[in-house]
């Protein structure tokens, strides 16, 4: 019947009451403006990918301002070296090539040059500590005391065996005036007997990542797990301590992005003992990292029920058996 029909709620009133078409219109502008929202969202990624990809990819030497105390983070550049007016060009002793582009972006080279030095130059790859190793035990490089050092870093692992390998030959390290040692570079920079830094030379560090095969400089896809960055830390640690060098200037590379670069300054390389003109006294040199003993398995329970064996049965007192079974240590 008509009066037993139920009167319009108050939304529905609402919607009555608006002009025709205009629920439509609302719908529209609502999915236009998600729409747009999402293009912004997407071209906002792309744009950050292709900055990414420039400055992973790049050779060319980028400007960039000097760092001053309390401004010291700087983007990390894997192939390119940092420029600006206040910086010239390194130099590295037997080598006249140039010192950026790709030279700076291609795997590690060595050369002798005068008066006992030896530069380094391009990215420490998988492999360069066997290269430095195999340049070392030439005859031209005999005589090196000294290895210069521009470099965007590269591989750790590497970079830690050429630290040891340069302290067991009492070698010293050093970057030119205006050079550039960043990433795992500095970790080879302190192996060396005696550690120098020039004027304007930049020596950076950043947190440790995996690179993606031949995308160096790019954060791998696959994460690693905490237990393995954790790992690779303590060895970072552990070398700088072992070569006198404060471990706490991890720290800062720890704080610092891998897309980013913690540059040093002159008096901070200093108070890190990274820049050393004096070979260190032992009392600098810190301790190997622990050995772990492993533990034979714990023996099995003796039954309740077997019955013990008396003296003389098994060639030997009853007393001995004893000690076997309940696997006490010998006196040493």
């Known amino acids: 019947m008509i009066g037993d029909e139920t009167p319009p709620g108050r939304l529905e009133r609402v919607l009555l009451?608006?002009?025709?078409?205009?629920?439509?219109r609302l719908v529209f502008v609502a999915l236009l403006s998600v729409s747009l929202a999402i293009v912004f969202i997407d071209y906002r990624s792309m744009a950050e990918r292709a900055a990414e990809e420039e400055r992973t990819s790049r050779i060319?030497?980028?400007?960039?301002?000097?760092?001053?105390?309390?401004?010291?983070?700087r983007p990390y550049l894997p192939r390119a070296m940092p420029v600006g007016p206040d910086r010239?060009?390194?130099?590295?002793p037997?080598?006249?090539?140039p010192v950026?582009?790709?030279?700076?972006?291609?795997?590690m080279r060595f050369f002798i040059g005068p008066n006992g030095e030896a530069s380094a130059i391009g990215r420490i790859e998988f492999g360069t500590a066997e290269a430095l190793r195999t340049f070392l035990a030439t005859p031209e490089a005999a005589g090196v005391e000294t290895l210069v050092m521009h470099s965007p870093g590269?591989?750790?692992?590497?970079?830690?065996?050429?630290a040891r390998d340069l302290r067991s030959q009492d070698i010293a390290t050093r970057v030119p005036d205006d050079g550039y040692c960043a990433s795992a570079c500095p970790l080879v920079l302190a192996g060396g007997l005696t550690r120098r830094a020039g004027e304007g030379a930049w020596v950076g560090v950043h947190q440790v990542f995996a690179v993606s095969g031949s995308e160096p400089g790019l954060p791998s896809t696959v994460?690693?797990?905490i237990a393995e960055i954790q790992?690779?830390?303590?060895?970072?640690?552990?070398?700088l301590a072992e070569m006198g060098v404060d471990p706490a200037l991890w720290i800062k590379a720890m704080q610092t992005p891998a897309a980013s670069l913690y540059v040093l300054t002159p008096e901070e390389l200093v108070a890190y003992r990274l820049v050393r003109p004096l070979p260190d006294g032992p009392q600098f040199i810190g301790p190997p990292a622990p050995t772990y003993p492993t533990f034979p398995p714990a023996p099995p329970a003796v039954e309740a029920a077997e019955t013990a064996p008396t003296a003389g049965e098994a060639g030997e007192p009853a007393a001995s058996e004893a000690v076997r079974q309940t696997g006490a240590p010998s006196a040493i």
Do not use: N
């Not at 010239?88 to 590295?92: F, K, T």
């Not at 037997?94 to 090539?97: L, N």
């Open 94 to 97: 037997g080598y006249d090539g």
């Open 88 to 92: 010239g060009e390194p130099v590295l």
């Open 223 to 225: 994460d690693r797990s």
């Open 231 to 239: 790992a690779t830390t303590a060895e970072c640690q552990s070398l």
């Open 100 to 107: 950026e582009g790709e030279a700076l972006a291609a795997p």
């Open 17 to 24: 009451a608006l002009p025709e078409g205009s629920v439509l």
């Open 60 to 73: 060319e030497p980028m400007p960039l301002r000097p760092p001053r105390p309390g401004d010291q983070i």
């Open 154 to 162: 590269g591989s750790v692992a590497d970079a830690i065996a050429m």
